[in-house]
């Protein structure tokens, strides 16, 4: 009953009752017409339908305000992870740039390597011409 809804104490206390005109009231109170009674009705039915409209649209609201939320997330955590793997390619770029670097310096230049070779040749063959010739001389002697 909407009357026990709205107004608990009244209607557990069964203090609404009617009476016929001219009967006298059992108890001090407010007496109105069956007029005026359809529209409390009415007014009360219609209270009860604008509230619970109202609560239906707030639970609306907040699926739909949560549901948005939750797309921002995920266009968030999208972007972060586009970045995260840009980042970690430009890493590995630059890792690699760097060892190929490492590895550039490091490397000995072919002329160093031949000229080092043709060097320790000459300084052998010099050593081994003098050793001989200090050998012949002291056979020839």
Request: charged residues 30%.
């Amino acid at each position: 009953m909407i009357c026990s809804g709205l107004i608990p104490s009244v209607a557990q206390a069964q203090e609404i009752q009617t009476i016929k005109q001219g009967s006298k009231a059992p108890f001090d109170g407010v007496i109105y017409s069956k007029e005026a009674h359809a529209k409390l009705v009415a007014k009360l039915k219609a209270a009860e339908e604008r509230a619970k409209a109202e609560r239906e649209l707030a639970v609306a609201k907040a699926k739909l305000e949560a549901k948005s939320e939750l797309a921002k997330l995920k266009i968030d955590n999208e972007v972060l992870r586009k970045q995260l793997k840009l980042t970690e390619d430009a890493s590995k770029r630059k890792e690699a740039l760097l060892l190929e670097q490492i590895k550039e310096r490091n490397k000995v230049p072919w002329y160093r390597t031949q000229t080092f070779a043709v060097v320790l040749t000459a300084v052998i063959s010099t050593g081994i011409f003098v050793g001989s010739a200090y050998a012949y001389s002291q056979i020839s002697k």
